[in-house]
């Protein structure tokens, strides 16, 4: 099944599921963030998140953003940049994980406190190359902690740490005959840091 049409089903499946214990109270958090991911190069990254606060201190919710996170790896002493630098590879770097090697991700998320808070996610991430063409879809996850305040709008940073493990099988497991393949695993991984507002 193709991200595209998960990415719809998995967001209604959990607005559903985090709705009705909400509605009676109206306790929601919304959070939006923007910063700066770092993966084997560095680039942006944005999030939006939805919390239905089941407890002061518990909220469950879905979220979604884009990062810059690499499936492939760069060779050591490779820099990609324009000759005698440029603007153009300034601004590249700026968008990447927006317009050009990008982690799409959408799942639920738990978040656990209230100034100082706790936050964890799973979903689906799909990756795209240097050309915005989809690379792989799998599934991944993130951990971190954020700092926010007490009012309706209030200022929030986050850093978290994102990554999906490459599924696929050792090669090496399933050779009976001749020499071993060795294995080529292509994980994702990135430290994400953002800032935004949350409102309550």
């Known amino acids: 099944m193709r991200s595209h049409k998960v990415f719809p089903v998995l967001a209604a499946l959990m607005f559903t599921l985090v709705a009705r214990p909400s509605l009676a109270d109206g306790r929601w958090v919304v959070s939006l963030g923007a910063g700066y991911s770092v993966s084997e190069l560095h680039g942006s990254a944005i999030e939006a998140a939805a919390y239905a606060q089941l407890h002061p201190l518990l909220g469950l919710g879905l979220e979604a953003g884009m990062a810059h996170m690499k499936l492939e790896r760069v060779p050591v002493g490779s820099f990609p940049v324009e000759p005698q630098g440029g603007i153009g590879s300034g601004l590249a770097s700026f968008t990447d994980g927006l317009t050009r090697n990008r982690g799409l991700f959408v799942g639920p998320a738990l978040r656990f406190g209230q100034q100082l808070y706790a936050v964890a996610s799973a979903g689906i991430y799909e990756f795209s190359d240097n050309n915005g063409a989809s690379l792989d879809t799998r599934w991944g996850g993130s951990a971190g902690?954020?700092?926010?305040?007490?009012?309706?709008?209030?200022?929030?940073?986050?850093?978290?740490?994102?990554?999906?493990?490459?599924?696929?099988?050792?090669?090496?497991?399933?050779?009976?005959?001749?020499?071993?393949?060795?294995?080529?695993?292509?994980?994702?991984?990135?430290?994400?840091?953002?800032?935004?507002?949350?409102?309550?």
Request: aromatic share 8%; hydrophobic share 40%; no cysteine.
């Open 145 to 200: 902690l954020g700092l926010t305040g007490k009012g309706r709008f209030s200022p929030r940073a986050e850093i978290r740490y994102r990554w999906s493990p490459d599924p696929t099988i050792d090669p090496a497991a399933l050779q009976f005959v001749g020499p071993a393949i060795p294995a080529s695993r292509q994980d994702a991984s990135a430290i994400v840091f953002t800032m935004g507002i949350d409102i309550r």
